[in-house]
Each structure stands twice: as C-alpha cells, then as structure tokens.
C-alpha cells in the first residue's frame, strides 16, 4: 500500500510508493553521462579563462588571477542576476517586476581537476565553507540584496554542465525565494503553538528514533527526511540551534567539512557516483523592517539538502506539487548508514 507523508515544515504531501519498488542497491549506477566534456577553464594555470576572481584562498604572495591558489570565486560567464543597476520596481496591471539585479558566482573549490567534493578532503571542504560564509557575509552589505542560496550541481542530469570540475554557485536575489519563505512560515507557525524550533524538535524525534539517522558526530547529524521526496535524500542539520550559517563557529568548519565529506562519499559510493544537487538553507538577511523576522533566530534553524538525481519528475509532480518517491527513507537511511567509507 502506498502512503501519503507529510512534511511537518512545509506541510508539502509525498506519496511513498514502493510497489514496484528496487532494492536499495539497484537505484545506482543508471546516470546519463551526457555530452563529452569540455576543455576545463577551472584548473590552475587556467586563471585567464575566467572571468576576474572575486575572492580567493592564497598565499599572501602570489598574485591574484595567477596560480598558487587553493580555492577561487569568479563571477558566472552566465550571470542570471547582475550586479550593476537599479531595482526599479514596476507593476504592469496585476503583474510585478523589477530589473534582474543580483549576484551569480561560481566557487570553485579546488585547484586541481578533480570532479566530485566527495573527493575533496575535509580540510578542502571547510576552506569552501568558509568561502560561502566570506561571500554570504559581503552581499549582505549590499542593501538591495535579501538572500544568497548556495548550490551545487553535480553530473550532467544535476544541470552540472560538460565541465567536471568540483565547483558550486552562490546565486544572490533581491527578492526572498518562495521556497525559503515557505519553510521560514511553518516555523514561524510551529513556533506560536509550541514556542520552540520545529528544527530542533525534529532533530531530537529523528536522534531518539535513529530510523531515519545515517551519521550523527561532531554537533551535526544527517538524516533522510521522514516526507522525502526522492530517494536517498538526505539532510544535513547542525546539533545546535541557529539559524544562520554564517553564525557557525570557524572550529566546527572541519567538522562540517567532514560530514559533507562522509555523506558524499556514502553516496558515490553506495550508488555509483550519481548525479546530484544540494542546497544551503540558512536565514535571509534580517534587516531592520517593521513586523518582518522578529522571531526567526528562535524559529529557523540552518540545513543543507542533498538531493541525488535517480528519479524523474513528471507531470503528477508539476500538477500537484507532491512527489512521489519510491523508496522508503527508512531503507535509504539504513543502506547509507552500512556503506563504509
Ligand atoms: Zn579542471
Ligand atoms: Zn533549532
Ligand atoms: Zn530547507
């Protein structure tokens, strides 16, 4: 019997439908290579390729565009938001729309050509931590800015391009994304009721239950969501509350950096090196404004969605808004808890 799942922060429905269901085993290894790969403009030596480095991990002296890096930021070459110009708000009729003003770069994370984070150390993975946190920090001087969602595409289903070089973006948008703003009411709601974190209460249901638990060490534990909407998707949410990753202390970045690591590492190879996406969910910039997030450093609380591409959505999804998943988190959270890494 399928069931209907309901996401406690969202409240978005999935339907869990295992009838025709795989072993957890055999969702892997069915990726779309896609076309060939391109010559790579990431690597170092290649500085010349891209567009001028916003930020840069390196050596004091060594000069900036030129090798001797660890970890660089450049602009995209295919901006979907732009840094110059004026919002200049407009309403046509019922319609809104504002200029396309923003900020889109690309982080990439090592200099060598290496193709996954999975295969990145720790200690690589945390400087990249430190890097969104530099960045988030920077656009939020920016007055006409309200978010940053940092993301990864990874393998070409995953929208990760024919270049494979370990790389995410960090897209900044003047306007709050529908979905952040979502998941920001239903923990504002659940915090009226019951004056705590839906988040941390979550977190202390999914430690005490272990059914859904893929690792828990070092303040962080990853999870696959009780309404998963794919297979294998898994979340990652800090022991402690807070509502801002930029607030997280420099001495837990390795241990963030390590359990991103484990995760990834869990997946590529449980399931042979799939496509995914991930996501940072962390609070939008909270400026002073009448009525807006007074409570959201109470109520919100931090999190980075990892989101394996092994299914397809399709048109009940697009209709309806639920997804349907077949496999259980149950069996996903316990085959990624026994693939050692
Ligand atoms: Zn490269
Ligand atoms: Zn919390
Ligand atoms: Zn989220």
């Given at each position: 019997?399928?069931?209907?799942?309901?996401?406690?922060?969202?409240?978005?429905?999935?339907?869990?439908?295992?009838?025709?269901?795989?072993?957890?085993?055999?969702?892997?290894?069915?990726?779309?290579?896609?076309?060939?790969?391109?010559?790579?403009?990431?690597?170092?030596?290649?500085?010349?390729?891209?567009?001028?480095?916003?930020?840069?991990?390196?050596?004091?002296?060594?000069?900036?565009?030129?090798?001797?890096?660890?970890?660089?930021?450049?602009?995209?070459?295919?901006?979907?938001?732009?840094?110059?110009?004026?919002?200049?708000?407009?309403?046509?009729?019922?319609?809104?729309?504002?200029?396309?003003?923003?900020?889109?770069?690309?982080?990439?994370?090592?200099?060598?050509?290496?193709?996954?984070?999975?295969?990145?150390?720790?200690?690589?993975?945390?400087?990249?931590?430190?890097?969104?946190?530099?960045?988030?920090?920077?656009?939020e001087k920016d007055q006409r800015l309200k978010y940053v969602l940092v993301f990864k595409n990874h393998g070409w289903i995953a929208g990760g391009g024919r270049i494979k070089h370990s790389r995410s973006q960090l897209i900044a948008t003047p306007v709050n994304p529908k979905r952040v703003k979502e998941e920001l009411a239903g923990a504002h709601q659940y915090f009226q009721y019951h004056e705590r974190c839906i988040f941390c209460d979550l977190i202390k249901q999914e430690l005490e239950s272990k059914d859904r638990l893929i690792l828990e060490i070092d303040g962080f534990l990853a999870i696959t969501p009780f309404a998963t909407r794919f297979p294998f998707e898994v979340w990652i949410l800090p022991k402690k509350h807070s509502c801002d990753f930029t607030a997280l202390d420099p001495s837990m970045r390795l241990d963030l950096g390590r359990v991103i690591k484990k995760v990834l590492m869990k997946l590529k190879k449980g399931l042979n090196d799939p496509p995914y996406n991930y996501i940072l969910h962390t609070a939008p910039f909270r400026r002073a404004k009448e009525g807006y997030w007074k409570t959201i450093d109470q109520d919100y609380h931090w999190h980075i969605e990892i989101m394996p591409r092994l299914t397809r959505v399709a048109g009940f999804e697009w209709g309806t808004g639920f997804y349907i998943c077949p496999l259980t988190p149950e069996a996903a959270a316990k085959f990624l808890r026994e693939v050692e890494v």
């Open positions: 019997m399928p069931e209907l799942r309901k996401d406690p922060i969202i409240g978005r429905w999935v339907i869990i439908a295992t009838e025709r269901a795989k072993r957890p085993d055999q969702f892997g290894g069915q990726a779309e290579e896609g076309p060939a790969e391109k010559p790579c403009p990431f690597c170092e030596g290649k500085e010349s390729e891209t567009p001028k480095e916003i930020y840069s991990i390196r050596p004091k002296n060594t000069p900036k565009n030129g090798p001797g890096w660890e970890l660089r930021v450049v602009s995209s070459v295919a901006p979907l938001l732009m840094v110059e110009g004026d919002l200049d708000r407009q309403g046509q009729g019922l319609y809104d729309l504002m200029n396309g003003v923003g900020a889109h770069e690309v982080v990439i994370e090592t200099n060598q050509h290496i193709g996954n984070m999975a295969d990145l150390s720790d200690e690589q993975i945390s400087k990249v931590i430190t890097c969104y946190i530099d960045r988030i920090v920077d656009l």
